[in-house]
């Protein structure tokens, strides 16, 4: 069965870090780009991050660069989400989900390049 699963979820303080992972089970991850996605109730989902199947190339969304960090082990089929300085509006479930490709390209916020998804981890950021 395929599946993605997130984890290192949780409560942190203003400024405080935390790593989320997404593994990959019943399909091996080396041949994927992964994305990084979170939503808040009552908005969409947007795009976070993205890495490409060998790591050569990532992307950010513009309010997490240079405080998140992608990165992936595909010998375990884990790909990670280092996430430092984190801010009350980072409050919000993040999903994983593989591309339909090996490649990240700038508009990897678009879903339907996306084929599986994970159920997602909550982030609670407080003040």
């Known amino acids: 069965q395929v599946q993605l699963v997130e984890s290192g979820g949780g409560l942190v303080q203003f400024g405080g870090s935390l790593r989320l992972s997404c593994a990959a089970s019943?399909?091996?991850?080396?041949?994927?780009?992964v994305g990084w996605f979170r939503q808040v109730p009552g908005k969409e989902r947007e795009g976070v991050s993205c890495i490409s199947s060998n790591s050569g190339s990532t992307y950010y969304a513009d309010s997490v660069k240079g405080r998140f960090t992608v990165s992936r082990d595909n010998a375990k089929d884990t790909v990670y989400l280092q996430m430092n300085s984190l801010k009350p509006e980072d409050t919000a479930v993040y999903y994983c989900a593989t591309a339909i490709g090996p490649l990240c390209y700038s508009d990897y916020e678009d879903e339907p390049m996306y084929d599986y998804w994970g159920q997602g981890t909550q982030v609670t950021v407080s003040s």
């Open positions: 019943g399909f091996t991850l080396d041949s994927y780009a």
